[in-house]
């Protein structure tokens, strides 16, 4: 996890993240803070809770720029959970704050949700005892680092963001593709990938649009909304709320319990007891809070969690439904 530690100028020794760290990955080296890559699962809560603003979150932003102003050929892919970015009369005018950045070809990530549901559904109707979902990389670091004992109940399927990648690069292998979301695990994410060509290229988070919008002076209140370049199937984008991939995926309930958890307190006090759980179960869990809404790359959105949830909703319900299970390939 090289991409998070702390700046050692502002670390004041208050040990706030020390305590809050889950899993003691951070240390005291020379009175300063420091996050222990092998140790880390990138949920971000040290950040959160760090009062010195003391925090390194590496970006792509000044790579995805040069590529830009190069004019390779970008594909972006946006996560469902844009619309708790902001409050805005109409959520679509960040897709023209992102044209308005130099970004040509945007579409939803969720489009690669599709294929992951249908994989989901196939592991719920299965026989497996547990089935956890893959979706959330801070939960599966958290499992192949901490509980490996439990790595077989995780789901093989990628993330929507990894399945909408492959898509993007089965139609033109030349493309780059950019995932722009509130999540910063999914900076780890793409180095654990099989090989560059299954890989998103850049990650970057909506905490760096909205300090690139700010340097280019982009009031993205004031635009017209533009659609999406490629829409997905309206249930996907239930993917970013805690309990989302159930509404996206289960068409009906059989004897397969459903346990929805979110949080990594949640998460660990589940998966060190999980052994205690009998009959067969599909567990769908999220790091953060009420799912991606409150991933740590959106800490700067103004918006509070019941309203972050609300905006997602709204824009579900305002978008044209399409077919729930269509694969997209």
Not at 122 to 146: G, M, R
Not at 180 to 188: D, N, R
Not at 225 to 253: C, H, M, N
Request: aromatic share 8%; charged share 25%; proline share 4%.
């Amino acid at each position: 996890m090289e991409y998070l530690n702390f700046q050692e100028a502002n670390c004041q020794n208050c040990y706030k993240c020390l305590r809050t760290c889950k899993n003691k990955a951070i240390q005291l080296l020379n009175k300063q803070a420091k996050i222990i890559p092998d140790l880390c699962v990138g949920c971000g809560e040290c950040f959160a809770i760090c009062p010195q603003n003391a925090k390194i979150v590496k970006t792509d932003i000044e790579l995805v720029k040069l590529a830009i102003l190069q004019k390779k050929k970008l594909v972006i892919s946006l996560a469902p959970s844009f619309p708790s970015y902001d409050d805005l009369s109409d959520p679509l005018q960040f897709i023209a704050g992102l044209k308005k950045l130099g970004f040509t070809r945007i579409e939803e990530t969720s489009i690669g949700a599709v294929n992951v549901s249908k994989q989901y559904r196939k592991d719920y109707n299965s026989n497996q005892q547990h089935v956890i979902t893959s979706s959330c990389p801070t939960v599966n670091f958290e499992i192949a680092k901490y509980y490996n004992d439990k790595v077989k109940y995780l789901s093989k399927v990628v993330s929507p963001m990894m399945a909408h990648n492959k898509i993007i690069k089965s139609r033109d292998k030349e493309v780059l593709t950019v995932f722009i979301g509130p999540c910063i695990s999914k900076k780890e994410e793409t180095t654990v990938c099989m090989s560059k060509d299954s890989c998103i290229d850049y990650v970057i988070t909506f905490n760096d649009i909205r300090e690139w919008l700010n340097e280019e002076n982009i009031d993205i209140n004031n635009l017209k909304p533009v659609p999406f370049d490629q829409e997905s199937p309206s249930k996907t984008r239930w993917y970013p709320l805690s309990g989302g991939v159930e509404k996206a995926t289960i068409k009906k309930e059989n004897e397969r319990r459903i346990i929805k958890i979110d949080g990594m307190e949640a998460c660990i006090e589940f998966l060190e007891n999980m052994d205690d759980i009998q009959g067969r179960t599909w567990v769908e869990m999220n790091a953060c809070h009420e799912g991606c809404i409150n991933g740590y790359g959106n800490s700067t959105s103004p918006l509070s969690t019941h309203r972050k949830i609300e905006n997602v909703i709204n824009y579900i319900n305002k978008s044209k439904e399409e077919s729930e299970f269509e694969i997209i390939s």
